[in-house]
């Protein structure tokens, strides 16, 4: 009986653990096209440390572990309605004004989320900037809950880019 109980336990975790393997990689790009000089847009997003420096949600930006702008350094978000993200450098190249990072934890109905950040030149005063991740839902139950599913994961990291990259444009086209 005990054998039984088991295996049974042993199967439902391992068929679990095939539908979480099997869900949907999603993924989100958008772009944005500022009239502004590379470097001096590069200049506004380069610092892994302060994310709000130009995105609009978030509050504070606090690097918890490691060399700010250096792979394996860590930061911590915190958004304006409170909620926190915490997320880790992959890589960082300054040189071709990019960077990737990992989501560890956070409030986003996200997981297994890695994204780029990518500025290039289209000209002297041109830019454009491609913000792009791959990731899953958080969920990754047969049936995820109201607001886990892919749709709202889609819909939730096209606007967390959007919202950056608009405000991105703004700034750096305002500045002098």
């Known amino acids: 009986m005990k054998i039984s109980i088991l295996l049974a336990g042993l199967m439902l ?7 979480a393997a099997d869900a949907k ?14 470097q001096k847009v590069w200049a506004a997003v380069n610092n892994f440390g302060d994310l709000g420096a130009w995105h609009p949600a978030v509050a504070k930006t606090e690097i918890k572990s490691g060399t700010n702008n250096q792979p394996g ?6 958004l304006k309605d409170g909620g926190k993200i915490t997320e880790k450098l992959r ?6 004004m990019m960077y ?7 409030v986003l109905p996200v997981s297994h989320y890695v994204s780029d ?19 899953k839902r958080k969920d990754l139950s047969a049936a995820p809950a109201a607001g886990q599913d892919d749709d709202s994961a889609v819909k939730t990291i096209t606007g967390v880019y959007r919202g950056g990259l608009d405000n991105l444009k703004k700034i750096t086209e305002n500045q002098p």
């Open 13 to 19: 975790s391992a068929s679990l653990n095939v539908f």
């Open 25 to 38: 990689l999603l993924k989100v790009e958008e772009k944005v096209e500022i009239n502004a000089p590379a």
């Open 73 to 78: 350094a860590v930061r911590e978000l915190t």
């Open 91 to 96: 890589r960082y190249n300054d040189k071709k």
């Open 100 to 106: 990737e990072y990992a989501i560890l934890e956070g």
């Open 117 to 135: 950040v990518i500025v290039k030149s289209e000209g002297d005063a041109k830019t454009v900037v491609t913000w792009k991740g791959s990731f």
